[in-house]
């Protein structure tokens, strides 16, 4: 069966650092991934999708990249975080663009 | 046009109600609408999902009513446990393309024993 991992479970950062985010899908090949970001009371805010390696695309501009380095790995990264950056990020995938995406459990970033 | 309104923000039901979660949408291209259940510290989870060649359908306690003339969905949840306290997220999408999944701002259900 397909799993999705993300790590860490949850980051503390001062304003200013990098951050490197990682997620692994296991299970099945060339996935869809997908990067969202889920501020308080709001939904979830598609930030970048793949739809194979090295093929980004960006949804938001804003301080964060994306990079799919291999098939089933999607980083989120960032050169100098802001406290505009806090919050709970979710990556997901899906077999293909008609089957539904399946997430993982998140790393809730905090910016100091 | 990107929009899915999501109704309410929160809601508390007895056990054994039926709570009601509304969502509207703009884009009339959107055909799907899936339904997703997130509990605390994780990520949401595939609940249910409905094409709008349908105006209804049911997987266990979970049902989804459709309407596409009024561009509306919900999601009602049949004898409701204590352990569907969670948040309720609608989305909606176009499938056959680069699909990116446009999703409501959810609601936070709780069900009291």
């Known amino acids: 069966s397909q799993t999705i991992h993300q790590w860490p479970a949850t980051l503390v950062q001062p304003v200013g650092s990098p951050l490197s985010l990682e997620c692994t899908v296991e299970g099945t090949s060339n996935p869809n991934l997908y990067w969202y970001r889920q501020a308080a009371g709001r939904g979830l805010q598609l930030l970048f999708y793949s739809v194979g390696i090295g093929q980004i695309s960006s949804e938001v501009p804003q301080n964060l990249s994306a990079s799919r380095p291999q098939d089933r790995q999607f980083i989120l990264s960032s050169k100098k975080l802001l406290l505009s950056d806090s919050g709970f990020y979710l990556c997901?995938?899906?077999?293909?663009?008609?089957?539904?995406?399946?997430f993982g459990d998140g790393t809730r970033l905090s910016i100091l | 046009q990107q929009q899915v309104k999501q109704s309410p923000q929160s809601l508390i039901v007895q056990k054994g109600g039926i709570p009601i979660i509304n969502c509207a949408y703009e884009n009339t291209a959107f055909d799907y609408f899936p339904w997703y259940q997130q509990f605390p510290g994780k990520g949401p989870a595939l609940l249910i999902a409905?094409?709008?060649?349908?105006s209804e359908k049911k997987e266990g306690r979970f049902t989804i009513s459709f309407n596409k003339s009024a561009k509306q969905f919900s999601l009602h949840i049949m004898d409701s446990q204590p352990g569907d306290s969670a948040t309720y997220f609608c989305a909606a999408s176009k499938l056959g393309g680069n699909e990116k999944l446009t999703f409501g701002t959810g609601t936070r259900l709780t069900i009291i024993p």
């Open positions: 409905i094409r709008p060649d349908v």
């Open positions: 997901a995938w899906s077999a293909d663009t008609n089957q539904p995406q399946h």
